[in-house]
């Protein structure tokens, strides 16, 4: 998954896939969502940090991304949207037997096919 395009974290070609997939539109949409998330979990993971280090990345990841808005509840809704979506990755990548820095969108794929 190549990573780090403009201000998005995915690749304008990750995105163009994801677009061609012969699925309803809010799938392809809940898989662009995980994608994005996943490219961020991903480069905390890359850091080499240890799980709570990587909350506290997510935590500060969040608040610099709200800080336009200064909105306290915005930074804390933001913060258990997206740890939800790590632990949920993470859980999916166990299950399927892989790391969670080996995911790839057909596996993305595959989580959301199976939760539909």
Known sequence: MSLQTNSSP?????????????????????????AHCLAIFQDFSNKNVSSIDEEDLLRDWCKKQSQRFDDKKFTDLLYKQMYSTMQKLKNFSISIGKNTNELEIEDLVNLVQQNN
């Open 10 to 34: 995915l690749s304008n070609q990750i995105v163009q896939n994801i677009d061609q997939l012969d699925l309803p539109i809010i799938q392809k949409h809940h898989i662009r969502l995980l």
